[in-house]
């Protein structure tokens, strides 16, 4: 299953374009496992075409805090409400109490994260990630270094290739 999930990301990933918004030019690398750990919250989003299409989606809430786990779970609490997220990944987790996790993330290339959803046994969204290396902007959107930003993949037969939503994460310590 994990190889045919890998391979079915692969497969749209091969027709993703290398831009990355204007954060293309900014100081950045490939984010890693390890530095992908952690609980994250949103500190500013570029909603994109993916807003239009999906204007009620919880990823353009105000609030929003992701949680990605050593074993691959993922998860994620938002908030129609100004929150302030400050939960660490053992905090995050409590809130879930007994629920199972249901989102998990694969690396399938140095620089692409898919989520899958269990229940569906599918890939729910690929994601471009790259932590910052230095302060900068992004379309209006300051970001810090160590900051995680993170490209939801253009579809396929999008002839611009861009970016469907972008977000800047910032971690919880």
Do not use: C
Not at 14 to 19: D, H, K, L, Q, W
Not at 93 to 107: D, G, M, R
Not at 126 to 140: F, K, P, Q, T
Not at 155 to 165: A, I
């Amino acid at each position: 299953m994990k190889k045919l999930l890998q391979l079915l990301a692969l497969s749209s990933v091969m027709f993703t374009s290398i831009a990355f918004a204007s954060a293309e030019n900014a100081n950045e690398r490939h984010a890693n496992k390890d530095e992908l750990v952690g609980a994250w919250r949103v500190v500013g989003f570029l909603s994109g075409s993916f807003g239009k299409h999906y204007p009620d989606s919880h990823y353009l809430a105000p609030s929003q805090i992701y949680g990605f786990y050593p074993d691959g779970h993922v998860r994620s609490l938002v908030s129609d409400k100004a929150k302030s997220y400050t939960q660490n990944l053992e905090e995050l987790e409590a809130h879930f109490t007994n629920k199972p996790a249901t989102l998990h993330y694969n690396f399938i290339n140095d620089s692409h994260i898919a989520i899958t959803i269990d229940e569906k046994q599918e890939i729910g969204t690929v994601w471009r990630a790259h932590i910052s290396v230095e302060d900068g902007n992004l379309e209006g959107i300051p970001f810090k270094s160590g900051d995680l930003i993170m490209g939801m993949t253009p579809k396929k037969d999008d002839p611009e290739q861009k970016m469907r939503y972008i977000r800047v994460l910032r971690k919880n310590q």
